[in-house]
């Protein structure tokens, strides 16, 4: 195992789903004497395993992986909590000498671990005030009320993605400014190397109809109907996963089994071109390629960009 004596004190593996985060971040950990951070939102939901992906205790290879289970399906995500948890990991991890390796593309955690990031507080009043709108009228209505509002953020939020809409106006209502203004320049916390995954955008799109026919074989849809007994439908945050979203329809009668997969395969591909262009605005993300012809090369390109980080 590698000596981490002046590496840089956290490494960050980010990029779209099915991208090859996950075996990077792994590989990474055993040459560098570290431990992975989960910095993707739905993998820290139990019993949220097939369809988040998350690899099997064979496939982390005796590495420690942090912060996943750590929700129960019921629970609504919130990023300020998750920062609080991702920072106490890593902060414990640098206090025992371990090299932290944050992966995951959920652009926000990994931001809210690693920048200086301050989340306004909430107002139950005005959330109630908005949530019993979007019951009324719909998503479509409050993401036009956003976008006249804060351009940005409408932008960056899907306009059925109603939890997020409802945030958002939140945010603006309580604090008379744009919602991206809460969203600061990157302002660091840690010594960070952050690595991306880069993957061609057909070949991208081939995985993930790959992936999604696998997660059918591992019983996808048998997972969702358990944690649709554990209350799955009604978490307000898990219920909307690629995924499960679309099973959990299925299960209801609204569409077929084949539809619940398309629509997942359709939805995915969409998330990952949101992931990569939220994750290319950042100019301290080093894109290293993670196509086929270029996998076996990965880990050595991006161990070489480690050390080139603690020489400069």
Same mark, same amino acid.
């Given at each position: ?10 490494? !960050? ?15 990474? !950990? ?35 992986? $942090? ?21 106490? %990991? ?5 206090? %025992? ?30 959330? !109630? ?104 439908? %009604? ?5 909307? !996963? ?7 329809? $299925?299960?209801?009668? %609204? ?30 993300? $080093? ?26």
């Amino acid at each position: 195992m590698k000596s981490t004596e002046g590496a840089p004190r956290v490494i !960050a593996v980010v990029g779209p789903t099915a991208a090859g985060k996950s075996d990077l971040g792994v590989g990474l !950990a055993l040459r560098l004497g570290g431990e992975v951070v989960n910095a993707d939102s739905m993998q820290l939901y139990r019993g949220m395993d097939i369809g988040t992906a998350k690899l099997t205790p064979a496939e982390r290879r005796g590495v420690p992986h $942090h912060l996943l289970d750590v929700w129960d399906v019921t629970e609504a995500a919130s990023v300020a909590e998750y920062q609080r948890l991702a920072r106490a %990991e890593i902060d414990r991890l640098l206090a %025992e000498g371990r090299t932290p390796v944050l992966v995951g593309g959920s652009g926000l955690y990994v931001r809210g671990a690693l920048d200086a990031l301050e989340f306004p507080g909430t107002d139950p009043a005005v959330r !109630a005030r908005l949530e019993g709108e979007l019951a009324e009228s719909g998503p479509g209505a409050l993401h036009a009320r956003l976008a006249a509002a804060d351009p940005g953020a409408a932008r960056a939020i899907l306009p059925g993605n109603g939890r997020r809409i409802v945030r958002a106006l939140e945010v603006i209502e309580i604090t008379g400014r744009p919602f991206t203004a809460s969203l600061p320049g990157p302002e660091p916390v840690y010594d960070t190397v952050q690595i991306g995954v880069d993957v061609g955008r057909p070949e991208l799109d081939a995985r993930i109809a790959a992936r999604v026919d696998r997660m059918w074989e591992d019983g996808l849809v048998a997972e969702v109907r358990g944690l649709e007994a554990a209350g799955l439908r %009604e978490g307000r945050t898990a219920s909307r !996963a690629l995924g499960y979203q679309q099973v959990l329809a $299925h299960l209801a009668g %609204e569409c077929t089994e084949e539809q619940a997969r398309d629509d997942t395969v359709r939805a995915t591909k969409r998330f990952a071109r949101r992931q990569d262009s939220w994750f290319r605005r950042d100019p301290r993300v $080093h894109w290293l390629s993670g196509a086929a012809d270029h996998r076996g090369e990965l880990l050595g390109q991006a161990l070489t960009l480690v050390e080139r980080a603690v020489t400069a």
